[in-house]
Nanobody
Framework: QVQLVESGGNLVQFGGSLTLSCATS????????IGWYRQPPGKQRKLVAG???????HYVQAVKGRFTITRDPAKNMVYLRMNDLEPTDNGMYYC??????????WGQGTQVTVSS
């Protein structure tokens, strides 16, 4: 049973912004580092950002300075704020545990489409 649910994806213009949301269970939220993964059309799914249970965040170089990952302990939610979106940011976004070896299943994801 999937315990991570993504939402917030949309069609947005080049340079626009979106905030993705990830609803998790208390067990997952309090015990794991959570990451946002991106899967462009026809390509592999890869990590773009992660946040530890202590609130420390990290990003891949391609999104540094544009994306911000945050967590809300009161709601067991993890967010990904995406600014200055580019067509290369297109893809299905998923939230899940880090490291990937800890992942047992994936949610449905949320689609982000950036028009040029």
């Amino acid at each position: 049973q999937v315990q991570l649910v993504e939402s917030g994806g949309n069609l947005v213009q080049f340079g626009g912004s979106l905030t993705l949301s990830c609803a998790t269970s208390p067990t997952i939220f309090n015990s794991n580092t959570i990451g946002w993964y991106r899967q462009p059309p026809g390509k592999q799914r890869k990590l773009v950002a992660g946040i530890t249970k202590f609130g420390d965040s990290h990003y891949v170089q391609a999104v540094k300075g544009r994306f911000t990952i945050t967590r809300d302990p009161a709601k067991n939610m993890v967010y990904l704020r995406m600014n200055d979106l580019e067509p290369t940011d297109n893809g299905m976004y998923y939230c899940n545990k880090l490291p990937e070896s800890a992942i047992t299943d994936w949610g449905q994801g949320t689609q982000v489409t950036v028009s040029s």
